[in-house]
């Protein structure tokens, strides 16, 4: 499975955790149907983000302007929380690519307009991170 496959399989895992508090074990098998063959990315950045949730989420709720973070629709809440963690933890992923991604993933599990909004967040956070 390639990374953006694998992102999105972690978008899909990271809702049901974040609506049913379903285990990230749980979630991660209910995503991948009983085919776990290279899943390697997947369980570390579901993992990642479930290991470093307050962080992920305090920086996101940082970087919203005029927007409280209980607001924002699950599945944008669960893009940002993604990216949030591949910008930050995972060495070999650009945050450039990072960003890309999550507005990819936006387009795809979101509104038309999600991606305008997670590239204006994440740019933030971007630039308070350098």
């Known amino acids: 499975m390639n990374r953006r496959a694998s992102r999105e399989k972690a978008i899909q895992a990271l809702y049901q955790m974040d609506l049913s508090g379903a285990e990230a074990a749980e979630a991660i098998e209910n995503v991948l149907n009983g085919d776990s063959s290279e899943s390697g990315y997947l369980h570390n950045i579901v ?4 290991d470093h949730l307050e962080e992920i989420d305090k920086s996101i709720k940082e970087n919203l302007e005029n927007w409280s973070f209980d607001r924002l629709a699950k599945v944008d809440r669960n893009i940002l929380r ?3 963690y591949e910008m930050t933890y995972v060495e070999d992923v650009p945050s450039k690519v990072a960003m890309n991604e999550a507005i990819e993933l936006a387009k795809r599990f979101s509104d038309e307009r999600a991606g305008k909004f997670i ?4 740019s933030k956070i971007n630039q308070s991170m350098k």
């Open 82 to 84: 993604l990216a949030v």
């Open 119 to 122: 590239n204006g967040v994440l």
């Open 47 to 50: 993992l990642g983000v479930e």
